[in-house]
């Protein structure tokens, strides 16, 4: 029996920083609070200090520096890329404005108060449809954006 991937934890310095950051410049709303740890629908946050203490048994003070280390990215999707630019480009440090990834699909990129990695693209079906709309048919889109002929198909309905 396979153990079951459930979620992503980031570690966070700050609790009431990142929870501003997650809930309002990304619009994101908890399903669980507690103590140190706030739960959303995909990924969680916890306090640095409250999870050292589980994890390793100590009380460790928050680490010197910036807590992301530019080896995870956290994924999230909007179909109005640029409107949602628009929201976070003056609330968050920006690596880069929306660009289309060689698949098609247009994303930017932007660190979070902890200097963790997020990545907001367009969801694939949206490119395709969006390709679709610019006069690209069914193959031309599959060659262009990498996904199956049949998933391209399918997103289209035809």
């Not at 410049?25 to 409250?50: D, E, I, K, N, R």
């Not at 003070?61 to 910036?66: F, I, K, V, W």
């Amino acid at each position: 029996m396979p153990i079951d991937y459930r979620s992503v934890c980031i570690f966070v310095a700050d609790m009431d920083r990142a929870r501003v950051f997650y809930e309002d410049v990304l619009g994101q709303t908890p399903v669980h609070v507690l103590s140190g740890y706030v739960a959303y629908p995909h990924f969680c946050l916890w306090g640095t200090a409250t999870a050292r203490g589980i994890i390793f048994d100590e009380d460790a003070a928050t680490p010197d520096g910036p807590m992301g280390s530019d080896n995870l990215e956290l994924y999230f999707e909007d179909a109005a890329i640029e409107d949602a630019f628009e929201r976070v480009m003056t609330r968050a440090e920006i690596i880069h404005p929306p660009k289309s990834a060689p698949w098609g699909q247009r994303a930017f990129r932007l660190r979070d108060p902890d200097g963790h990695i997020i990545e907001v693209a367009e969801p694939m079906d949206a490119v395709i449809v969006r390709l679709s709309d610019s006069g690209l048919g069914p193959v031309e889109i599959a060659g262009a954006t990498m996904m199956p002929e049949e998933f391209v198909r399918m997103v289209l309905g035809s």
